[in-house]
């Protein structure tokens, strides 16, 4: 099991920018990826960045250019640095992991608690 926790939510002015970070735990050798999805109120949710453990990145076209995704994998933690934040950029952001769960190399998804990011003037 993978536990994920996010922090750094919060309500920005348009234009403005917010970090959020998600520690993982438990077996977190056996991440093979990191990232990110939202989900705003009334709608799906959608992949806004995740990163392989090879470096690889895959972002949203609604974030390129303004979100950044990272990670230290000395400290089990994704980033994303969101810049020039723009109200439709409101939601609630979730961490996620996948993670092999067996040696026949199945995966799994593992989802944080969802951090609240609100842009508005």
């Known amino acids: 099991q993978v536990q994920l926790v996010e922090s750094g939510g919060g309500l920005v002015q348009p234009g403005g920018s917010l970090r959020l970070s998600c520690v993982a735990s438990g077996r977190t050798r056996s991440i093979t990826s990191m990232g990110w999805y939202r989900q705003a109120p009334g709608k799906q949710r959608e992949l806004v960045a995740t990163m392989a453990n090879s470096g690889n990145t895959n972002d949203a076209d609604s974030v390129k250019g303004r979100f950044t995704i990272s990670r230290d994998n000395t400290r089990n933690t994704v980033y994303l640095q969101m810049n020039d934040l723009k109200p439709e950029d409101t939601a609630v952001y979730y961490c996620?992991?996948?993670?092999?769960?067996?040696?026949?190399?199945?995966?799994?998804?593992?989802w944080g608690q969802g951090t609240q990011v609100t842009v508005s003037s």
């Open positions: 996620n992991a996948i993670a092999t769960v067996n040696i026949e190399g199945a995966t799994r998804q593992f």
